[in-house]
């Protein structure tokens, strides 16, 4: 029971470690070159707006929602663009975070002579 709730406690950690990185290039620029499989743009009111398998096509931002719908942005209104990108440092914090609760979770078990497995 206890390598079960570590190793999905790790698994979530390692999924978790991705986080969004602001892009200096243009949506045309970014989506032709790194071909990202989805980009987070943020609108001149400040609203994010996710945008999957994004294709730019003359002045619109196209691609979909999470939900399958399309999900269309004129560039003229995308303030920044940002990616999905793998994170050293939250993947480190997620480890030894997992290593920390996992040591907690060991000294309880022994403590209280239950058997955690």
């Not at 470690?17 to 243009?26: K, Q, V």
């Not at 003359?58 to 939900?67: E, I, N």
């Not at 995308?78 to 979770?105: C, D, H, K, Y």
Request: glycine share 6%.
């Amino acid at each position: 029971m206890l390598r079960a709730r570590s190793l999905s406690f790790l698994t979530l950690c390692l999924v978790a470690c991705s986080s969004w990185h602001l892009e200096t290039m243009s949506p045309r620029e970014l989506i032709t070159s790194r071909q990202p499989d989805k980009v987070r743009v943020t609108t001149p009111r400040g609203r994010h707006v996710l945008v999957l398998n994004p294709r730019v096509s003359g002045d619109t931002l196209a691609g979909l929602d999470y939900r399958g719908n399309r999900r269309v942005v004129p560039v003229a209104d995308i303030q920044s663009i940002e990616t999905r990108r793998f994170s050293t440092g939250m993947l480190v914090l997620g480890i030894a975070g997992a290593a920390v609760v996992t040591a907690i979770m060991a000294s309880g078990c022994w403590s209280m002579n239950a058997s955690c497995q």
